[in-house]
């Protein structure tokens, strides 16, 4: 099991690890060096074992290098992504009302087609990469799926309900291949809220006991506290929950119309958390990050899903179109057209489209349905 990875990011050399916020940027002559060192079974220099202690707390000079780290070749494809993110599966053992997918079909690639993805990805120099779902944690080929990306050397990521966190061969997968982050999405403080929310009886039981366990055996969880208008009241309680558990957690409440453009899911939006988000700075969707849906399409991200790629048909050489074809929906288009207020737009483009597709009130988007604050 490494202990670091060490990879070129677009025109970078980094080393990362996974569960830390601490990186290095290399010049190309040391990530040289690291590369010959393992070709040739050498062992780790003084330097990356003096700059890994202090970035890590971890020691590994004098270490044979292929035991403690992975040096990633540079990609040899005429296309190069540095992140990616993965929808294994839309079916989900919850039914929540907010949920961005309108359906959520339990079917995706039969997994020789799912490790063919990701060596594909691994070659084209994912090393950020998010495995979603639905509720990934449901599929059937998660673990070789997610064992294939590990072993490629990728920072992984999972979003899950936590439902499923506490199986014995998940929570083994996980501390063998320690995933970067786990993000358990939360739904209320009881099992009455919790339950009705998702629509799911023993959804908070299950969801609970799952971080418990993953805490118990020190994965790097953080929890997303999902602020609807039916555990509002609740919010201080869940808090107090992830805090006692020794989790960090964050706080979401901006719900969106399903990314097919329907409108149902803002029943449940808080009216004092809409139009709270941050101003929109741009974003590299299609030129350095891609989405893939269960069945190896390929899209700029998971809202923008315009015109997908095949990549099982087309090969990463499909995505040769992909830059252009973020950029056709990033356009201010229909009433976004020639906007004053663009500068301090706080929606992208191909959500804003989400929302009008919805014909969503402009207050839950746009700074022109926005009553001034007092």
Same mark, same amino acid.
């Given at each position: 099991m490494y202990q670091a990875i060490v990879s070129p990011q677009e025109d970078k050399f980094i080393a990362v690890r996974a569960g830390q916020q601490?990186?290095? +940027?290399?010049p190309s002559a040391f990530y040289a060096e690291l590369?010959?060192?393992t070709d040739s079974d050498g062992v780790v220099p003084d330097w990356f074992g003096d700059a890994a202690r202090q970035a890590w707390g971890i020691e590994l000079a004098d270490l044979p290098i292929r035991d403690v780290l992975m040096v990633r070749a540079p990609s040899v494809l005429p296309v190069t992504y540095s992140r990616a993110s993965w929808e294994i599966n839309k079916g989900c053992n919850f039914s929540c009302e907010h949920c961005y997918l309108e359906q959520r079909p339990f079917a995706g690639l039969p997994l020789p087609e799912k490790l063919r993805l990701l060596d594909m990805l691994r070659d084209m120099g994912v090393i950020w990469f998010e495995i979603t779902g639905g509720e990934p944690l449901i599929d059937q080929d998660f673990v070789p799926a997610y064992q294939r990306a590990y072993a490629a050397?990728?920072?992984?990521?999972?979003?899950?309900?936590? #439902?499923?966190?506490?199986?014995?061969?998940?929570?083994?997968?996980?501390?063998?291949? $320690?995933?970067?982050?786990i993000t358990v #999405?939360?739904?209320?403080?009881? $099992?009455?809220?919790?339950?009705?929310?998702? +629509?799911?009886?023993?959804?908070?039981k299950s969801a609970y006991r799952g971080m418990v366990a993953a805490a118990g055996v020190g994965l790097p969880v953080?929890?997303?506290?999902?602020?609807t208008k039916h555990n509002?009241?609740?919010l201080g309680e869940m808090r107090a929950?992830?805090?006692?558990?020794?989790? $960090?957690f964050k706080e979401y409440g901006s719900i969106s119309p399903t990314y097919t453009g329907k409108g149902t899911t803002l029943a449940t939006q808080v009216p004092g958390l809409i139009g709270k988000s941050e101003v929109f700075q741009g974003c590299p969707a299609g030129h350095t990050s891609f989405h893939v849906d269960p069945n190896g399409f390929a899209t700029m991200c998971k809202v923008g899903r315009d015109n997908p790629i095949s990549l099982i048909a087309e090969s990463p050489q499909g995505l040769m179109r992909l830059p252009a074809?973020?950029?056709? +929906?990033?356009?201010?288009?229909?009433?976004c057209s020639g906007c004053k207020l663009s500068a301090t737009c706080r929606v992208c483009r191909p959500m804003a489209r989400v929302y009008q597709e919805a014909k969503a009130p402009l207050n839950h988007y746009c700074q022109h349905g926005m009553k001034e604050e007092p």
């Open positions: 601490a990186a290095m +940027q290399l590369a010959d060192l050397g990728m920072m992984m990521e999972i979003l899950t309900n936590g #439902s499923r966190l506490y199986r014995d061969e998940l929570l083994q997968t996980f501390v063998v291949n $320690p995933p970067h982050k #999405s939360m739904y209320g403080a009881s $099992p009455e809220t919790a339950d009705a929310l998702t +629509q799911t009886r023993g959804a908070f953080e929890v997303t506290l999902i602020i509002v009241e609740e929950i992830v805090r006692d558990l020794g989790l $960090p074809i973020a950029d056709a +929906q990033m356009l201010r288009t229909g009433g």
